[in-house]
């Protein structure tokens, strides 16, 4: 299992409230919602903040590193365009931010729960998606 045929399964967004995220990722960044009334940090990125409601935020560049919670390897095709990507590894990681995302892995080999991990910048930037690895 190898990223690198790694792509989106559809174009990622350029308008709305997910093209600020798509644009940062194009950057080599995991854009973050910043809330501007009580500063709670949210992934997805959402309309009104789910602590305190404001509709009002920034986006911030997350550092891109966290810790790794779950894992699967997909076996399975379930979105059109992901055949030719089987298998693929998705980790549901917990951003040293706080928030919870779930991201293609580089790799299932190795994982283990409470593992660190890193957008892999490059990767993500090419596949129009996250795409984290693990740190050794």
């Known amino acids: 299992m190898s990223s690198r045929n790694v792509r989106a399964f559809a174009p990622p967004p350029q308008e709305g409230i997910d093209g600020q995220y798509a644009r940062g990722l194009a950057e ?9 009334g009580c500063k709670a940090v949210r992934w997805p990125p959402t309309a009104r903040c789910a602590r305190c409601l404001a509709a009002e935020h920034t986006w911030a560049a997350a550092s891109g590193r966290g810790r790794l919670w779950s894992w699967t390897v997909m076996h399975r ?10 298998p693929y590894a998705i980790g549901y990681i917990r951003l040293d931010e706080g928030p919870m995302v779930m991201a293609r892995l580089r790799t299932a080999t190795g994982a283990r729960c409470d593992a ?13 998606i996250a795409v984290f690895g693990l740190i050794d």
């Open 28 to 36: 080599g960044a995991f854009m973050v919602q910043v809330c501007a």
């Open 77 to 86: 095709s379930y979105f059109p365009g992901a055949e030719e990507q089987l």
């Open 116 to 128: 660190e991990v890193a957008l892999l910048a490059d990767e993500s930037r090419d596949a129009g």
